[in-house]
Structures are given as C-alpha cells and as structure tokens.
C-alpha cells in the first residue's frame, strides 16, 4: 500500500519569508500526488497536484512542489509567505483498488505565519 | 454553484443514540467518499462508493454503514454512537477517469459524542 509522510506537524515562519512543507511518499509505481489546504473550519481545497507533465508543479496562491523521484518527495514551497497562508496542509496519494481510486492522506502539518 | 453539500454541520449526541450524516453533490461526479479527521491522524477514509450501486470498506468502517440513494448522494449512519466516534467527518466526491483527477470535499460535520 501506498504511503505519505509529513515531516513536522507545526510550522511556523515569519510574515515574508520561504514556507517549505515537507512530504514523502512511498510508492512503487508512479505516484499521483496532491497537496490540499485547509482554513478554519472548512474543508479541504486543492492546491495543486502532479500530472507527471513536469517535476516543477504551480498551485493557486501562489504555493508550487517540486516532485523528485530519486528522494521520493513531493515538497510544497512558497517564496514569501503572508498571514492568510495560516492553515493546515495535507499531501495525499492516489492509490487504484480494483479501478477505483482512494486518496491516502499525510496527517497533516499547520503553518503558523508570525507578523 | 454548491458542490459537496453536508449536513448538518454540528451535532452532539449521546452514547447510543443513531444518526445519519448527509451528503449530496451537484458536480455529477461518479465516485463519492466519508472520511473522518482527527487531531494528528490526517483524513481516515470510512467508506466509499466507486458509482452509484456500490459501496466498499476503507481504513476504519467498524460502527458505520453507507448508502448510496443516487447519484447525487452518499450518507453515512451511525447506529449507536460511542464517543470514539467523537470526530468531524468530510464528504468528497471525485470524477471517474484519470488518477489525478482530484476530490472535492464539503465543509465537514462537527459531530460530539457524549
């Protein structure tokens, strides 16, 4: 079965500065990758996700991962973060059971954004 | 432009008591989800339903049951509550095709167990 590993269940960064949340997967097969956000109190949105199109994925607000095989990562950066980017973030993996597929979800990492 | 609508959006019940949770999606999506979340565990998927018709166990079915009315809506019942299942469940329904098609989830019910 498939896996991701979030290293760092809190994160916390000054306004202005590099946001890095880390994810780890383990897969034998090709992955297909997600990182999701989540505000207060609501769900979960999407933020962006790898199509194996190329290594370097954008997301909405300005949030990109770079998928690298040979360290099985998937890390989610911002080059300077701003205090609405203070919520919970979740990597995830596909997974195929029989033609159907589950999503397996990191336990997550809350980024705090300090002024 | 509703998407995954859940309700209701809090509860609290006691031990024992039964419950159904809802879920409806207006996206016409084939493959609908129930998970919960709790502090440090991420989402745990419960059930899910590959189309309308079926339904399959996920990581931690134990103390619920799903049904798939149609397309559109996917509940999950609780028939007799017990505190562990203190938690806030999500809803996500996905398009069928491509793996990277990505899920769309509601806004969560806050469910308390007395």
């Known amino acids: 079965a498939q896996s991701v590993t979030q290293l760092g269940s809190h994160v916390s960064v000054s306004e202005g500065a590099l946001v890095l949340l880390r994810c780890n997967y383990s897969s034998s097969v090709p992955p297909y990758l997600f990182w999701y956000v989540q505000y207060p109190n609501q769900g979960l949105q999407l933020l962006l996700k790898?199509?194996?199109?190329?290594?370097l994925v954008k997301g909405i607000n300005g949030f990109e991962a770079e998928f690298k095989k040979s360290e099985t990562s998937f890390h989610l950066t911002k080059p300077s973060a701003h205090m609405s980017d203070a919520a919970e973030y979740f990597c995830a993996v596909s997974e195929s059971t029989s033609g159907t597929y589950k999503y397996i979800f990191g336990t997550g990492t809350r980024l705090k954004v300090l002024a | 432009n509703a998407g995954v609508t859940q309700t209701p959006k809090f509860q609290v019940l006691k031990t024992g008591q039964s419950m159904t949770l809802q879920c409806a999606q207006d996206m016409n999506h084939n493959s609908m989800y129930w998970y919960r979340q709790d502090p440090g565990m991420g989402l745990r998927l419960i059930y899910y339903?590959?189309?309308?018709?079926?339904?399959d166990k996920g990581e931690v079915p134990n103390g619920y049951n799903v049904s798939r009315l149609n397309k559109r809506e996917f509940s999950l019942r609780l028939e007799s509550a017990a505190p562990s299942q203190t938690s806030v469940y999500f809803c996500?329904?996905?398009?069928?095709?491509?793996?990277?098609?990505?899920?769309?989830f509601g806004d969560g019910t806050r469910l308390s167990i007395l």
């Open positions: 790898y199509t194996s199109a190329a290594t």
């Open positions: 996500a329904s996905r398009l069928q095709g491509a793996p990277n098609q990505p899920q769309h």
């Open positions: 339903s590959a189309s309308e018709g079926t339904t």
